[in-house]
């Protein structure tokens, strides 16, 4: 048995039929967030490392997973929006983009953590900013299994001012983004789009406290996301 399949064998004991491919590398759609903490443990426990997907449209059409030791993770069964209070509500990572962005870019089926995520390089992938004015918080899920809340500047406090910032653009090499949280209603309507201007791959004028590297070191210290 190869080391993929031994933890695809243990995968599916988690995951059921939510173990979509088996070789050369295992992909996991899970249903549920819950489960992903267990799926992590596994990846540390074989020394594998995870790559989360969205449906990976925002990878260049050279990209290629192969390689050795890796589970992908797609998000995109895990999707809905979920009214947290009248001004704010959690969308999960597998929500398609434009589910909550009408906008004459055409988003096709890329989901919201594909997005967040996706390199600023690529032009077409920038956030427009009238998504990213509306985002309050971000949802991830660290190497240990650990759910954690970071602020987006707006409501930043001294602890953690901007630290959400470094996700965008990260392409899943900091922790799994689970959800955002918007302020309501949806959808938003895009109108001023221009390609011209740069949204800088969305930050805005509060700059993260911590450099990437930091980031990296507090919520993947032990390298499960270096893929």
């Known amino acids: 048995m190869t080391p993929a399949e031994r933890v695809a064998s243990l995968l599916k ?5 939510a173990l979509i491919q088996v ?14 903490p267990r799926i992590l443990s596994i990846a540390r426990a074989e020394s594998f490392r995870v790559m989360f997907l969205g449906n990976g449209t925002t990878f260049s059409s050279d ?15 895990m999707s809905g929006i979920e009214k947290l209070t009248p001004f704010a509500v959690r969308v999960l990572a597998g929500t398609p983009v434009s589910h909550i962005l009408k906008s004459e870019i055409d988003f096709g089926q890329r989901t919201v953590g594909g997005l967040i995520a996706s390199s600023p ?13 509306r985002m309050r918080a971000l949802e991830v899920l660290t190497a240990k299994g650990e759910f954690r809340h970071f602020n987006f500047p707006s409501l930043a406090h001294p602890d953690d001012p901007g630290i959400a910032n470094c996700f965008l653009g990260s392409k899943g090499r900091l922790a799994m983004i689970a959800a955002i949280h918007l302020v309501p ?18 930050m805005l004028e509060t700059r993260p406290a911590l450099a990437q590297e930091e980031v990296e070191s507090l919520l993947d210290p032990e390298g499960v996301f270096k893929w």
């Open 63 to 77: 990209f290629s997973l192969l390689r050795d030791n890796v589970i992908a993770v797609t998000t995109i069964v």
């Open 185 to 202: 209603p949806l959808p938003f309507y895009d109108r001023d789009h221009d390609p011209r201007i740069s949204t800088q791959h969305g």
């Open 121 to 133: 390089s690529q032009t077409k992938m920038q956030i427009p900013r009238v998504l990213v004015t």
């Open 13 to 17: 004991d988690i995951v059921g039929d």
């Open 23 to 36: 070789t050369p590398y295992p992909v996991v759609a899970p249903r549920k967030l819950e489960v992903v």
